[in-house]
């Protein structure tokens, strides 16, 4: 896999020992964990991600884009379970949006920080399962 062509992966890198360590951790509402199952492995995964809460559920910003390996097994699967604040959330109906889909969920500061610091093309948007 090749680094991406905006400069993203270098902050990513430099701060994913500590993101892995506390995404989805009750004290930190940005980051979350994604667990889910791999399509050719079956496997149980968990990736990182910033979190964005909605009315509509959680955005996810996909500095990477939307063809990742994780982001094609949420949508495979129709959901995923997401850590966040501590708890998990089964969240499902995945979505994937561009900018002009993305930005109203976002303040102003917000939007230009994680611009800024994750510039992308794709976010994912996933609903909270009810039961």
């Not at 892995?20 to 079956?42: C, D, E, N, Q, T």
């Not at 884009?65 to 995923?80: F, I, K, P, Q, S």
Request: glycine share 6%; proline share 9%.
């Amino acid at each position: 896999m090749t680094a991406p062509a905006n400069t993203s992966w270098r902050f990513a890198r430099a701060t994913a020992p500590a993101v892995a360590r506390l995404a989805g951790r009750r004290w930190f509402p940005l980051w979350a964990r994604v667990h889910h199952r791999g399509r050719k492995s079956g496997r149980d995964l968990t990736v990182p991600v910033a979190v964005l809460v909605t009315p509509d559920g959680f955005l996810i910003n996909l500095p990477w884009g939307a063809h990742t390996n994780w982001v094609r097994n949420v949508l495979a699967a129709e959901g995923c379970t997401l850590r966040w604040k501590g708890a998990d959330h089964p969240v499902g109906r995945p979505r994937i949006l561009d900018a002009g889909q993305a930005r109203p969920y976002y303040p102003r500061l917000t939007w230009v920080i994680a611009q800024r610091l994750f510039p992308a093309d794709a976010w994912l948007l996933l609903r909270p399962i009810t039961t």
